[in-house]
């Protein structure tokens, strides 16, 4: 029988991924619910061909515009709770977790405390919600596979014992990062970036959000939160190489001086596959990898005066408590204010530092507890676009 597949943010670059790969194998796979936000256009048009059982939006007012649109058998419904329904429900079998940011953490953790298979590419609810999110794996017996491409090659590259990644005779986990599309820029004209350039990302196509976190490596910062959750390793286990051309998608080294690096075409197929099959293989759609056309591989260590971002992140991920809680949402409404043309492109390491500084750090010991460290550095990271906008007026 088909396994049944919830895609929680199906009108968005990784949603449209994952229903590539579905497609290509109907017998394998059969879409049960796909959720969007304001893409009711995508939302109808993958409706008909997938023919869920629900859709879901962000509003009553676009689940209305939908209600025309979609098959008969597919049923419209719209918000928060329907997110957690559909990532929940008892018939699901997994549940692709490709909502972007904070909006992604409580169907995410729905569906982890309801024992799913979890394709996790929504790396911004681990970051906020780390201990929270790994004991809801734990006690909902559920299954958490990496769809980071970094991730999803840490993975490929641990050994696994029943099932279960094993980090023993590991020395060290290398993260490795494109440096994204300022990698070389003259640092004076960084102020001057517009968002289209942020986006614009030399190897991979993915949505606004992680392009421009991926121009700062925040990206980056985001991800090595990630790792030490998933791997149940310290942030000084993992270090962060760039790697211009995205070939290799990060390594494992090993105490015998090993190293396993996991490589391929930078194609988001590959690891949604992988994840989705896992532990079998199935065909992607992804261009094989010839190693001659590409011909060389390089390495750099990450500039931090470049990225301050980077060293940001880090700083959260060795500070732990509720600073990553806190560098998410103060990221978040930093890319948002930047995207929407309110601040410049360096402002953004200038919002998310100044509501580390003045952070009080608690343990965030429940779910209540992640949302209210996450609202207070909303506002702070606000206050702080507005006192930016200040000095910018005064000085102009
Ligand atoms: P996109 O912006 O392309 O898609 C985001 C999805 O989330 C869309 O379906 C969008 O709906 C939905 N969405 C946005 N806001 C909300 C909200 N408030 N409530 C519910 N749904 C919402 O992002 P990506 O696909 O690029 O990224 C998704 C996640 O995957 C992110 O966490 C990212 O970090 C991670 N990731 C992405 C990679 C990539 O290659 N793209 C690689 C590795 C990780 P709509 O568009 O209809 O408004
Ligand atoms: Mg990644």
Redesign the pocket.
């Known amino acids: 029988m088909a396994e049944l597949i919830t895609i ?10 994952t229903l590539d790969i579905v497609a290509r194998h109907p017998d394998r796979y059969q879409v049960f619910a796909l ?6 256009d ?2 109808a048009a993958q409706s008909r061909q997938f023919r869920p059982r629900y859709v879901v ?2 509003s009553q007012q676009s689940a209305d515009l939908l209600q025309g649109q979609v098959p008969v058998g597919t049923e419209v419904l719209w918000g ?1 709770q329907a ?1 957690v329904d559909v990532a929940s429900h008892p018939e699901v079998d997994s549940v692709m ?5 904070a ?2 953490l409580l ?1 995410t953790l729905a569906a982890a405390r309801a024992g799913k298979r979890v394709l996790l ?5 681990l970051v906020m919600a780390g201990a929270l999110f790994m004991d809801a794996v734990r006690d909902g017996g559920a299954t958490l596979l990496p ?3 970094e991730h999803n090659a840490i993975f490929q590259c641990l050994p696994c014992v029943a099932g279960k990644v094993e980090t023993g005779g590991v020395s060290r986990i290398l993260l490795s990062g494109s440096g994204g599309p300022f990698r070389t820029r003259p640092l004076a004209e960084l102020q001057h970036v517009t968002p289209a350039e942020a986006c614009a990302h030399p190897n ?8 421009v ?1 991926s121009a700062t490596m925040m ?1 980056k910062g ?1 991800e090595l939160i990630e790792a030490c959750w998933l791997f149940g390793v310290a942030a000084d286990f993992v270090e962060v190489v760039i790697h211009p051309q995205s070939i290799i998608h990060s390594l494992v080294a090993y105490s015998d001086g090993s190293v396993l690096a996991q490589l391929g075409n930078p194609d ?1 197929r590959t ?1 949604i596959a992988h994840a989705l099959a896992w532990p079998q293989r199935i065909e992607s759609g992804v261009k094989p990898l010839n190693l001659v056309d590409i011909a060389r591989l390089d390495f750099e260590a990450p500039d931090l005066e470049r990225f301050p971002c980077l060293a940001l992140a880090s700083s959260a991920a060795r500070s732990g408590k509720d600073y990553p809680a806190a560098l998410n949402a103060a990221n978040e409404v930093a890319v948002a204010a930047f995207l929407a043309g309110h601040i410049r492109f360096p402002d953004i390491a200038t919002v998310v530092e100044a509501v580390l500084n003045s952070w009080q750090p608690s343990e965030p010991s429940d779910l209540d507890a992640v949302q209210h460290a996450d609202r207070q550095a909303r506002i702070l990271a606000t206050d702080q676009i507005l006192a930016i906008n200040k000095t910018k007026a005064r000085i102009s």
């Open positions: 929680l943010g199906s009108s968005g670059s990784i949603g449209v991924s959720t969007g936000h304001s893409r009711i995508v939302l939006t962000g928060e997110l977790a490709a909502i972007v940011g909006a992604g169907p590419a929504n790396k911004e609810s769809i980071d491409s991979w196509v993915m949505g606004q959000k992680i392009s976190d990206n985001l988001m690891p």
